[in-house]
């Protein structure tokens, strides 16, 4: 009978904040999956696709819905607004 031991790395951190700032590390530089800026509400989210540019369908939804009817709007409304 033969046992193979496979190489494992064994990560040693001295704080809790050493491990997250490791793994969000690894998270930025994913290209899989990378980290964006939501387009409307600007959270920070995990990408599923690299083309990603909403957090959610509603946040999307929203974005479109608010840019259209800025579109839309006379130009005598917008002067008006703060």
């Not at 997250?20 to 920070?44: A, E, G, N, W």
């Amino acid at each position: 009978m033969r046992i193979t031991i496979k190489p494992t790395i064994v990560w040693d951190f001295h704080s809790l904040l050493l491990g997250i700032q490791m793994m969000f590390s690894f998270m930025l530089t994913d290209d899989t999956k990378p980290l964006r800026l939501c387009k409307h509400c600007t959270k920070v989210f995990v990408a599923s696709r690299p083309s990603n540019q909403f957090c959610s369908p509603e946040c999307k939804n929203r974005y479109n819905v608010y840019k259209s009817r800025k579109k839309n709007k006379p130009d005598g409304e917008a002067q008006n607004e703060d």
